[in-house]
């Protein structure tokens, strides 16, 4: 099964077999003073297609990554989780390598593969042996040029989805709490505020028709990058990598949607009963400032502020202190990402379950003591720069990550959305330039109550309640 809301965060464990948990860069281990550096070569071929090389010589293995810039945020209307089942129909084989090639080629030399989909765009990765790296170039070129789609396939992942849809959703506790849930709540454009994990019945409706058209659309290669992360050689890479991916056909660069979210101007609030949830969950989402901006960078410390870790205001308040929590958890695109790999508009959450004798009011006021608290104060110096601290760990830890799964994800997103991977290497300029009046002035605008939106669980577990709900 593609677990695909969690691939990047399994791939670390996933790459368990010898030889492939060597660390990604070398820059991990230099003195914590000195500034990360990734070494990259960038170029597009003559179809649009975008390539990153990143070399490394830590072990003789290469990471492979094609990321397309379609998400579920875009996918078409009355076709929800059509990106997901797309992403499925990727592994059913291509024209010169049938099913079950791609994966066994991939096993056989000891490698490891996977997929997600995400708000943004859909991944495919690869980590190999860097004498198997031609064979994986042929391979992600062939399934980018001629993918299988007919209506065997479709029906057979239509099938997997739908059980992924039944297992992973409508029969667990809390469902889609809050992952789905709250952006449906916080947004008010349909890109950001469907049940982009699919409903059932439209899932099931999706036609071949459908697929092709939505390939035709999509995976092209003017709206993907390339990167090849590891022990490799630039020439002979990208002589490679023109050969096999050079004569796809060029076509137009794909015109987006309208994504964008009005300013919210009133808290909103929905509650559900799930009949499966044994206690009460409580969720709270903010809209945070446009990737990239000043205002950005300090929201991102300011999650470390306020959830992140055992020092966090929020843990302190509500784990520490009033024991209204066991655990808290959250963060800017939280739940399947991470703050960097996104490009519309996002929210920053967190969410935990409680004991039923903590009323929604209790937890409201003890939240709002801790928000309010930084909106009027200033923060110390020592608590920015802890906060930097933590912020450059869980960076350097996303980068580092087991089989360079970590670094090729920034460099992807880097070259698809922003035209520019070499912003790996100035991620920590913009948090070195955050100030305490930069946090007050973003807390101000970003955390006001009328910004916030929160998403309530009632259990039913314990009262034999009725039927669950799935995530509408």
Known sequence: MRKWSLALALAATALSAPGLSAPALAQAAKPAAEKLHVETQYFTLANGLKVVLAKDSIAPTVTVGVYYGIGFRVEPKERTGFAHLFEHLMFQGSKHAPKGVFDTTITNSGGVNNGSTRFDFTNYYEVVPSSALDRMLWLEADRMANPVIDDVVLKNQQGVVGNEIKVNVLNQPYSTWPWIDLPMLANTNWYNSHNFYGDLAEVEAATVPDAKSFSEAFYRPSNAVLVVAGDLDYAATRATIEKYFGPIARKPAVAQPDISEPRQTAEKFKSR??????????????????????????????????????????????????????????????????????????????????????????????????????????????????????????????????????????????????????????????????????????????????????????????AGAAKPQGGK
């Open 273 to 462: 009963v799930d009949a499966l949830a044994p206690k009460p969950g409580f969720a709270a989402g903010y809209h945070v400032p446009a990737r990239g901006t000043p205002e950005w960078y300090a929201m991102g410390l300011i999650d470390q502020m306020l959830v992140q870790g055992d020092d966090s205001r929020l843990y302190r308040k509500l784990v520490q202190e009033t024991g209204i929590a066991g655990e808290i958890g959250g963060g800017i695109n939280a739940d399947l990402g991470n703050m960097f790999n996104y490009r519309g508009p996002m929210l920053w959450s967190f969410s935990f379950t409680h004991d039923p004798s903590h009323s929604k009011a209790e937890i409201t006021k003890a939240v709002d003591s801790v928000i309010e608290n930084l909106r009027t104060k200033p923060v110390t110096q020592a608590e920015l720069a802890r906060a930097r601290t933590k912020l450059r760990s869980s960076l350097y830890g996303e980068i580092d990550g087991g089989g360079r799964v970590g670094l090729v994800d920034l460099l992807a997103v880097y070259a698809l959305f922003d035209n520019d991977p070499d912003a790996i290497n100035r991620i920590e300029d913009g948090f070195a330039k955050v100030t305490p009046a930069l946090i007050q002035k973003t807390a101000q605008e970003y955390l006001r109550s009328t910004n916030r939106s929160i998403y309530v669980i009632e259990p039913g577990a314990a």
